[in-house]
Nanobody
Framework: QVQVVESGGGLVQPGGALRLSCAAS???????MGWYRQAPGKQREFVAG???????TYTNSVKDRFVISRDNGKNMVFLQMNSLKPEDTAVYYC??????????????WGQGTQVTVSS
């Protein structure tokens, strides 16, 4: 049984930082992993992705602020979020998928973790 579990969300002031973690179990091999987010009233959007060999890709709005990384030995992926803005407020979801094409719905999803950026 595949499980994807996120942690690390919370409330942070604008300009602050948070680190999200995601643990994946029951997955054989090294899957590409991605972070997505969904703000209230909006569709879920891609945030960052990392291949099995740690090639990374980001949506433009988070480039130079967010860093995605992975620990293959522990089947974990991380999202370091710096210089957070109120518009980063959303539920963040971790995704494990068999392809590095992050543009469509695929693979396994976690339950999400809330990130709120507010003063």
């Amino acid at each position: 049984q595949v499980q994807v579990v996120e942690s690390g969300g919370g409330l942070v002031q604008p300009g602050g930082a948070l680190r999200l973690s995601c643990a994946a179990s029951g997955i054989f091999g090294i899957y590409p992993m991605g972070w997505y987010r969904q703000a209230p009233g909006k569709q879920r959007e891609f945030v960052a992705g990392i291949s099995a060999f740690s090639t990374t890709t980001y949506t433009n709005s988070v480039k130079d602020r967010f860093v995605i990384s992975r620990d293959n030995g522990k089947n974990m992926v991380f999202l370091q979020m710096n210089s957070l803005k109120p518009e980063d407020t959303a539920v963040y979801y971790c995704n494990a998928r068999p392809s590095t094409d992050f543009s469509y719905n695929s693979g396994y999803w976690g339950q999400g973790t809330q990130v709120t950026v507010s003063s």
